[in-house]
């Protein structure tokens, strides 16, 4: 009968914090990235699926069912090596790591920001067009501020997504907190230590930014029903 001869020893935690730590910061760092893009993808889309152009709305509603289609899995593979074999576009780990959580996470911001476009009211463009602005003064100065009070919580909601999701981009060589847990268990022979404590700093973050996520929908919850 075979016994479990597997001993914890936390010590290994202590000796490799500091490469965690840098390991969770590339982390945050890819996963802001991708946001800041999956931001400008996703406006791109929603007006774009709010066109009266209807091959512009059919284009634009395609690429968002698309993306939400592909795993993210794949779509690392398809960017980093894909792009380099069959276009010569060549990227680091972290570009195409970043790149692909932006076009992820952009699919998804499509639809938070086609709902806060939604959610203002016509009579709100009627009245700018009616004072003499144009249509892109009216967007940008009348309806996307408004609309930007709507979107705020479930975007902190997608950021969260986008950060578990930064998890598997050690697949492509991102040293990330993954990575780094993945090599020194590895050499130490110490998995359990090391994911768990991983795992947890993961719990930390994600439990952390959804309670501000929460918070936030709070106020700007009352801050409407004020207004």
Request: with cysteine; glycine share 10%.
């Amino acid at each position: 009968m075979k016994t479990n001869s597997y001993k914890i020893d936390w010590n290994v935690i202590d000796k490799y914090m500091p490469e965690l730590l840098k390991g969770l910061s590339i982390t945050l760092e890819i996963s802001a990235v991708g946001m800041a893009l999956a931001l400008i993808f996703g406006l791109m889309m929603a007006v774009g699926r709010l066109s009266t152009n209807k091959f512009v709305s059919r284009i634009s509603n395609a690429a968002v069912q698309l993306c939400r289609s592909i795993p993210l899995f794949v779509l690392l593979f398809w960017v980093y090596y894909g792009l380099s074999l069959k276009f010569n576009i060549l990227l680091t780990e972290f570009q195409a790591g970043a790149l692909a959580l932006g076009i992820t996470g952009g699919a998804y911001m499509a639809e938070v920001f086609r709902g806060g476009l939604l959610a203002v009211s016509v009579g709100q463009t009627e009245a700018g067009l009616a004072i003499g602005l144009n249509k892109g003064q009216v967007f940008r100065g009348v309806v996307l501020p408004q609309a930007l009070r709507v979107v705020i919580p479930p975007t902190v909601n997608v950021y969260v997504g986008l950060l578990k999701g930064a998890t598997i981009v050690s697949v492509i060589g991102v040293s990330d907190m993954i990575y780094v847990a993945q090599y020194v268990s590895l050499d130490t022979f110490t998995p359990f230590e090391l994911y768990t404590v991983a795992g947890l700093i993961f719990v930390c973050l994600t439990l952390s930014i959804s309670g501000f996520a929460y918070l936030l929908e709070r106020r700007l919850g009352r801050s409407r029903a004020h207004g």
